[in-house]
C-alpha cells in the first residue's frame, strides 16, 4: 500500500488555486470542508453543546461553515471569534452564520470545543491572550476538535509556535501536512481523520502505510527469500538482535559473522566464529547490515570499507554511521544504500539545520546518494530521487535500547526479499512499528522479535 498523501501548507495553496482556476470558488471549498468537518464531529461527538472558535483566515471561515452546519443539524452552538474575518470568503461565512459572535476574551465553556483559530496559514505563535484562552477552554471541554489543525502549529514542520490544545480530533482536508505526523506537533492530534473536498491533490511525500509481504510458493528456497549477512562488531549482542529480526521478519537465511560465537541466539541462525568478513564476496547475499554493535576503531574502520567494496546492498546503522561521519566514504556506484541515523548520529553526519524533519533527510538522501532512515518519535524516509515517507508512531516504548538494532535487521530482511532501499525502509519501519504495537507495554526489543511474525502475516 502507497500511503496517504503529504502537502505541505505550500502544495495545499497551490492545489487550491489550481481548483479555484478550474471553475471552483473559495467560498465552495470552505462550504465542503466546513460540512464535512461538522459531520466528522458529529460522528465522533455526538449532539454535545458546542463552542466554535473562529480566527481571522479562511481557517476561521471554516468555523463558521461548521456552526452552521451543526445548528442545522439542531446542535446547541456558539462561536466566538477573535474579531472580524480577513478574507472575503470568511467574511461571506460569518454572514451565512448569521447568529451572534461572542468575544474570545469573555465567552462561557462548551463541553464540545472547536479550534478553529487558525489553521496552514499560521505564521508565528498565538498572542498570549488567545493561546491563554484557547488553552482554559479546552481544558473545560469534554472533547476538543481541530479543524484542519490544532492551533498555534506550524504546519511544515511540526514545531509547536504557541501551547496547542491536547485535542481529541483533527479534521483536515484532502490531504495530511507534515505536521500531523511530525513531532512535538502530531502529538496533539488525537484521531486524524483526512476529509474530501474535491481538490486534485499529488505529491512524493507519503505517509508509510503497510506493506505488501510475498509468501513462499513452491519455486522458493532459502535464497530466494534473501540472505542477510550481519557482520557482528565487538558488542554483538546488538548484531544478534539484528540477526534475530532479519530472521523473523522472513529472510530465508541470516549469517551473524562475530569473532566469538554468540550465545543465545536462535539456532537457525548460521554462525561460523572467526573472521567477521568471511564469505563476504558470497554473491548471493542481499543485504549486507553493518554498524550495530561496531566501534569506530580501526577494526571498525577495516570491517566498514571491506562492506562498502563488496557490491551488496547495505544497510548501515550505528557504528558504521559513526565511521561515516567520521569521513568514510560510501561506494560511488552500486546499489543504493540505507542508512538508518538517529537524531544524534544524523546530527554528526549532516548538522543541525536545513528546516523541517523531511527537508533534512531529503538533503541528506541527496547529499550522499542514500535512502535515509531518520529515526525518532517519529521517522522520516527519504530517498535521493526526493521521494519521502513520514511514520507516526505511536508505539513510544519502541524508546528501549535494541529497538535500532531490530529495525535494522527489519530492514535488512526485506532488502534481500528483493525490495528496493526505499520500500524495503518503509516497510521495515511499519513492521517495527507493528511488532511494537503488538508487543505491548513494557516491551524489550528481543519482545519486538517475537512479534514480527504477527506483525508480517498482517501484510501477506
Ligand atoms: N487550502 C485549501 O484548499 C482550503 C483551505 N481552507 C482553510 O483555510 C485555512 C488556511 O487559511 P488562511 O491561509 O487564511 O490561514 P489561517 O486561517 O490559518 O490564518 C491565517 C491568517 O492569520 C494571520 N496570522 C497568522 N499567524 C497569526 C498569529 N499568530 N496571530 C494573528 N494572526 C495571524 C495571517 O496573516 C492570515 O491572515 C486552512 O487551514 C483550512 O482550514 C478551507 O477553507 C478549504 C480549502
Ligand atoms: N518515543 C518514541 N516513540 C516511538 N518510536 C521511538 C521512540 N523513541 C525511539 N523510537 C524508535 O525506536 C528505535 C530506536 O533506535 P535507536 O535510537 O537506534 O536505539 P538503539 O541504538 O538503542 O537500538 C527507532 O526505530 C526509533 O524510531
Ligand atoms: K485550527
Not at 535521493?384 to 538494532?405: F, N, Q, Y
Request: glycine residues 12%; proline residues 6%.
Amino acid at each position: 500500500m502507497k500511503g496517504r498523501v503529504i502537502l505541505t501548507a505550500g502544495e495545499m495553496r497551490a492545489a487550491e488555486a489550481r481548483s479555484i482556476a478550474a471553475g471552483t470558488s473559495v467560498e465552495t471549498l470552505m462550504e465542503r470542508a466546513g460540512q464535512a468537518a461538522a459531520a466528522a464531529i458529529r460522528r465522533f461527538a455526538g449532539p454535545m453543546p458546542a463552542l466554535v472558535l473562529c480566527g481571522p483566515g479562511n481557517n476561521g471561515g471554516d468555523g463558521y461553515v461548521v456552526a452552521r452546519a451543526l445548528a442545522a443539524a439542531g446542535q446547541d452552538v456558539r462561536v466566538a471569534a477573535t474579531g472580524e474575518p480577513k478574507t472575503a470568503a470568511a467574511s461571506a461565512a460569518r454572514a451565512a452564520w448569521g447568529r451572534e459572535v461572542h468575544a474570545l476574551a469573555d465567552v462561557e465553556p462548551a463541553p464540545l470545543l472547536i479550534d478553529s483559530l487558525f489553521g496552514t496559514g499560521l505564521t508565528r505563535g498565538l498572542l498570549r491572550d488567545a493561546a491563554a484562552e484557547l488553552e482554559a477552554l479546552a481544558g473545560m471541554a469534554r472533547i476538543t476538535a481541530a479543524i484542519d489543525l490544532p492551533s498555534g502549529i506550524s504546519t511544515d514542520d511540526g514545531a509547536i509556535l504557541s501551547p496547542v490544545p491536547d485535542c481529541d480530533l483533527t479534521v483536515t482536508f484532502q490531504t495530511l501536512k507534515p505536521a500531523h505526523l511530525l513531532q512535538p506537533a502530531a502529538r496533539h492530534m488525537g484521531r486524524i481523520v483526512v476529509a474530501d473536498i474535491g481538490i486534485e491533490a499529488a505529491s512524493d511525500l507519503h505517509e508509510i502505510a503497510r506493506p505488501r509481504l510475498a509468501a513462499p510458493g513452491p519455486e522458493s528456497h532459502k535464497f530466494t527469500r534473501g540472505l542477510v549477512t550481519v557482520i557482528a562488531g565487538g558488542m554483538a549482542g546488538a548484531g544478534a538482535l539484528s540477526a534475530g529480526a532479519a530472521l523473523r521478519a522472513g529472510a530465508g537465511a541470516v549469517r551473524l559473522q562475530a569473532r566469538e560465537p554468540v550465545h543465545g541466539v536462535a539456532a537457525a541462525i548460521i554462525q561460523t566464529p572467526g573472521d567477521p568478513l568471511d564469505r563476504i564476496d558470497d554473491k548471493r547475499i542481499g543485504a549486507l547490515l553493518l554498524g550495530p554493535g561496531l566501534a569506530p576503531d580501526d577494526e571498525g574502520r577495516a570491517l566498514f570499507e571491506a562492506a562498502a567494496g563488496s557490491g551488496h546492498p547495505l544497510v548501515l546503522d550505528a557504528g558504521a554511521l559513526r565511521i561515516l561521519a567520521d569521513g568514510a566514504a560510501l561506494p560511488a556506484a552500486g546499489p543504493t544504500a540505507i542508512l538508518t541515523p538517529h537524531e544524534g548520529e544524523f546530527a554528526a553526519l549532516f548538522g543541525e539545520d536545513g528546516g523541517s524533519k523531511v527537508e533534512r533527510a531529503r538533503a541528506a538522501a541527496a547529499k550522499v546518494g542514500a535512502v535515509i532512515v531518520y529515526k525518532g518519535p517519529d521517522t522520516v524516509v527519504a530517498a535521493p530521487d526526493g521521494r519521502a515517507a513520514i511514520h507516526a508512531a505511536t508505539a513510544h516504548w519502541l524508546a528501549t535500547a535494541g529497538a535500532g538494532d531490530v529495525l535494522a535487521g527489519t530492514i535488512a530482511a526485506m532488502r534481500a526479499a528483493g525490495m528496493a532501499a526505499f520500500e524495503a525502509a518503509c516497510a521495515g519501519i511499519w513492521l517495527h512499528g507493528r511488532a511494537a504495537a503488538l508487543a505491548g507495554p513494557f516491551l524489550i526489543a528481543d519482545d519486538l522479535i517475537a512479534h514480527l511474525p504477527a506483525a508480517c502475516a498482517e501484510c501477506l
